[in-house]
């Protein structure tokens, strides 16, 4: 079992504080967030991927999925519009999003386009603005209590390593350890091998978790059509929270079977990686083609919704903006106030009218607090943990070597421990309360503790 001294615990409490006067976030409603918790990457009692919440953890009946939209890049005024608070509560009353993907711009890229006085470029020309415009849409979301995508939104990520592994290391250090923030740190990787994906995410995942365990999300070959080349050959994640992204235009790509080329599916190529364990997640989808172009197929829209449910897949649709583009939601006159649908955005926003109209918050998140002058552990037993605490001695009892990580109120991770065989002492706790969460393999529960 790993030990800290006492010294570096309250120095590890004290940053901590320091950066949640900072940074802390509260929700305005309970939405999606609350209810399922953070997402995660499990199997089924069948060994199929899936995505999980932290509330119930990695059970059969209990796999998340969640739909909403994905912002066009960071670099038109038509886009740009909706990277803003307003533009993402109007999302989540008119059209029930549970996530937003952020699309950010990462290269040299100038579309010549103005918004509010900045000139729109892209993150290696401008990082201020385009962080800034992140900030604002993460900080949104987080209000509205719905899932965000950071998405570093290239097709060359691998010659940007440096970069990226810079921008989400400012990213997981300010938002890492709120559930809402999932990572997304290579879209759409052109005609170049797995290996180089895997490479370039293998470095900016170290990077990351540095300071959170949130899901990541990680591209492969051939614009996210391939996420069965990760099978046998994952990338290295030391919270082993990773989910390969599935991309799909529906008037482009099929669902199922192979096409008259000989070529699979790409329907069939995220089942083969779901059915070998990976998790897989739509980060990416459109109503028509894969140029952005053309008019949606509804009868192709509808055998892809039937493919995503069939599989509990999540996704954000592309895209909430008014551009001039077949698979864009809204028309134009559309303002982050006031949205007009287009014949995509219609029926997309059908498809999310399913989602729920009201959510209930995580059990774990309305536990009481302990006795006086004792830690106390509520509901014992989750998720096939079995977990006791005596005096101020957590006990832990698990299949294997368990990670128990201490919070405070405000949600900020101040202590993680890893390989923690039986037991771990709470003695050093300066007095106050607590929230403990506790993984083995892909057990998870994470329950309110206070030292008085």
Known sequence: MKTMTFTAFVSAMALGAS?????????????????????????????????????????????????GMSLYWSLMPQAVEFWSEEGIATMVND????????????????????????????????????????????????????????????????????AAKNFFREMAQTYGQYDNVIFEVFNEPEKISWGDVKNYANQVIEVIRQYSDNLILVGN?????NPSAAIGNEVNDSKKNTA?????????????????????????????AMNAGLSVFVSEWGTANSNGGGDPNQGRNQSWQEYLNKHKLSWANWSASYISEGTAAFQGGSSKTSLQYTTSGN??????????ASYTKCPTGQQGLGEQGTASLLAAHDFGLNISLAGKTLRVSAPQAATVEIYNTLGNKLLAVDNV?????????????????????????MRAIAIK
């Not at 802390?24 to 919440?53: D, E, W």
């Not at 386009?113 to 849409?137: H, R």
């Not at 070959?221 to 059509?225: A, F, G, T």
């Not at 482009?252 to 995220?270: A, F, I, P, R, V």
């Open 19 to 67: 950066l949640a006067v900072a940074q802390t976030i509260t929700p305005t409603r309970v939405g999606p967030v609350s209810q399922y918790g953070q997402l995660m990457t499990g199997k089924n009692s069948s060994g199929k991927g899936q995505i999980y919440g932290s509330c119930e953890g990695v059970k059969d009946g209990a796999e998340v999925q969640v739909r």
């Open 95 to 162: 059209m029930k999003i549970q996530i937003v993907r952020a699309a950010m711009a990462t290269g040299d890229e100038d579309w010549q386009g103005e918004w509010n006085g900045i000139k729109l470029k892209g993150y290696a020309v401008d990082p201020n603005n385009q962080k800034q415009f992140m900030k604002t849409v993460v900080e949104a979301a987080i209000k509205n209590d719905i899932y965000v995508i950071i998405d570093w939104h290239s097709h060359k990520a691998n010659q940007q390593t440096d």
């Open 221 to 225: 070959p051939e614009w996210d059509q």
């Open 244 to 272: 390969y992204t599935l991309h799909y235009y529906a008037n482009s790509h099929n669902w199922e079977g192979t096409y008259e080329w000989g070529g699979e599916s790409e329907g069939l190529k995220g089942e083969k």
């Open 347 to 356: 029926l997309v926003k059908g498809y999310l009218s399913t989602n729920p």
């Open 421 to 445: 065989r039986e037991k771990l002492s709470l003695a050093k706790l300066p007095v106050g309360r607590y929230m403990v969460r506790v993984r083995s393999g892909s057990a998870s529960t």
